[in-house]
């Protein structure tokens, strides 16, 4: 089975811990632990968010004296696809030894006329007060939004249309080699009046470049890991259950937050949608179990998982023979 996995930031950085690397590195080996387990049955291919990391490293570049101007974002996005694909690189290289393993540094083609460029929502950085947010809104032309009590910087999140490199990584899986790219969603690039690619200010939902990847890769299984069990019902009300299985039309329905689980909703829901086959949103270390249909949220087109047979997900439901 061909399996695409989608890592949220916990993947890398724990709620409340400081973006230092020793920390980011062990998480990454606790992360490679659960998916080990995976690979070690199945074709693997691996996307990560990096948010924290793209953040961290905007700030420092616009506090460098000895640079005209900052490093734009696109560049940004190359630097934490290197940075998290080698930490991710050497330890699926120490936990599968007789495995081949692959990071490519890759690019996302988005619109030129996406009109996320004219309203920046993805949030990246820090978190600051409102006085400081206005004082960078003011120094250096940041748009910042609300993120609860604070303020962080925003960027445009244009949506992923294709993944540049599909062949080179396509290649790569094939040959039997496990696979880390789209990092951060890819690096954002256009197209110029010349046809010619070029990098812009923006940074890509993950989940959603993830679907794209995985459809573009006849992936058999899409699977976005957080921090969370399974997606929520009525979330944060008594009335709160998990959804352990669901068609994508039951989870469209719901309208959920923009901000949080909107995005995981939608990509599963349009990998399902456009493929036919299995989405789930689920915690880390529960993806063997995941793929068992004994953990998180499963998406299939009817509704129904039966876990595996014969190593490929079952979606037949036996209750709807006539």
């Known amino acids: 089975m061909r399996i695409v996995v989608a890592l949220g930031g916990n993947a890398l950085l724990q709620r409340g811990e400081k973006p230092d690397a020793l920390p980011q590195i062990e998480n990454v080996r606790t992360a490679v632990d659960s998916l080990g387990l995976l690979a070690e049955e199945h074709d693997l291919v691996l996307t990560h968010g990096n948010g924290p990391q793209v953040g961290v490293l905007a700030l420092q570049s616009a506090n460098d004296e000895t640079l005209s101007e900052p490093y734009p974002f696109d560049t940004l996005g190359a630097m934490t696809q290197g940075m998290i694909g080698y930490w991710m690189l050497q330890a699926l290289q120490n936990r599968l030894p007789d495995r081949s393993v692959a990071s490519v540094v890759n690019q996302t083609l988005v619109l030129a006329g996406d009109p996320a460029f004219a309203n920046p929502t993805k949030f990246v950085g820090a978190v600051y007060t409102e006085e400081e947010a206005r004082r960078y809104e003011e120094e250096r032309g940041w748009v910042m939004k609300p993120d609860g009590k604070y303020f962080r910087r925003v960027v445009a999140s244009p949506q992923p249309q294709r993944i540049v490199e599909t062949r080179v990584i396509r290649t790569l899986v094939d040959s039997g080699a496990v696979v880390v790219c789209s990092g951060g969603g890819g690096i954002p690039v256009v197209r110029d009046e010349n046809g010619n690619r070029t990098g812009v200010e923006a ?120």
Not at 207 to 223: C, I, K, N, Y
Not at 250 to 277: D, N
Not at 279 to 291: F, M, N, S, V, Y
Request: proline share 8%; glycine share 12%.
């Open 203 to 322: 940074v890509i939902d993950k989940d959603l470049t993830g679907a794209v990847l995985a459809e573009s890769l006849d992936a058999d299984f899409f699977m976005i890991l957080t921090d969370v069990p399974a997606v929520m019902e009525d979330f944060g009300t008594p009335q709160q259950r998990e959804i352990n299985r669901a068609t994508p039309a039951f989870l469209r329905g719901k309208g959920f937050a923009a901000g949080s689980m909107g995005p995981k909703v939608e990509a599963a829901c349009r990998f399902v949608e456009l493929t036919g086959a299995v989405a789930a949103i689920g915690k880390l270390e529960d993806a063997p179990k995941i793929i068992r249909g004994e953990a998180g949220t499963i998406i299939t087109p009817g509704g129904y998982y039966g876990g595996l047979v014969n190593g490929m997900p079952s979606t037949f439901d036996p209750a709807r023979i006539p």
